[in-house]
């Protein structure tokens, strides 16, 4: 067993993909809306997140509070998921970066939104072997009030983590729409959808037998 549970990327090879609907018709908690990938849900038993630090010296109030709402953020999903933090975006499977994602034209109209998440499905070499990996960028904007910069970070990384789907239901963290209150903390439904999810068969994490090109 290695003792550094996030060794760096060596080489790294991006793979086309896309999110699909499940096909499964009945699942606990919002599980059946899950979008899912041809080699399986995109899950890790261990995940290495690396959070954008500040770029200078001494950061402002709104790097501050960001730094805080992310870190608030993770320690939610640090109570169900194994996690490690690293140093160098180069060890991570999940970057936070702090940045205001671009707006996104939907149909006529120009849309903004307090965060995003992109997924990519990715063969990487690590200590001279290869896996097949989720590899996620996770944008969460600075520029929103405290309450909802952490609900933000909290739902965004759901998605980072595996849950890239909604949940109808306004009192759970991955709601499409919340209530007035923003939702902090894992729900009991959250918590089942995980549970479910992170039991799936799936091809992340696993050794890719043949070199890839
Ligand atoms: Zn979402």
Redesign the pocket.
Known sequence: MSLDPCPPVEAIHVLEMSLDRSAVSSAPGYGSVLATTSFGPPVLQHWCVWLEPSDHQAPDRWERRWTLALETALSVWEEVLPITRVKSPNRAHIQILQRRPPRRRIGSQWRASN?R?RLQVVEVQRLGQWRLEPRVEVLVSPELRASVLEATAV??L??AFGIWG?SPQPDDV?A?HQNQNPVLKLSKRDRVTLNWLYQRITDFGQLIKTNPK
Do not use: Y
């Open positions: 965060g998440s739902h965004e759901g998605h909604h991955m499409i």
